[in-house]
């Protein structure tokens, strides 16, 4: 039963990423409130129960750094090589841009997003803004 409440959990919580990274936290709120709702079920927490203790048991991040986490893990894939070439070809390196050649960026693991014109663009899972891309020297928006 708990394999299952897990499952069903983390494939909703994970299937949009890219979407809720920039999303203010009262929109992330209800989905952290899920979450913890899945914990006190696996672990049979009464009501006034706290679940932070059963969340670290189970290695299970809160909802905010699991997102920053999967993106983090997708950018490093596009790193190393090892992600599809769809997701490869949305952003580029810095140490790869010719007129950026004599700049310092050339030597960190910066990657630059190709420009869109569209709106829905803008939306996309390597165009989202998050403070996080930039603290990690990731990626650049």
Partial sequence: MAKLIASLVFSRLGCCNAIIAGLPRSTVTPLQ?????????????????HVTPTLKDRHWL?????????????????HTGRAPSY???????SADITSRLHLRSTSSRRYERQRTRLKSGERSLFLCRTTSFKQSAIITA
């Fill in 62 to 78: 809160p909802v905010e750094q699991r997102i920053v986490f999967k993106l983090r893990l997708l950018m490093h894939q596009v």
């Fill in 87 to 93: 997701l490869h070809n949305c952003v580029t390196a």
């Fill in 33 to 49: 409130r899920v979450q913890n709702a899945a914990a006190s079920v696996i672990a049979c927490l009464g009501p006034r129960d």
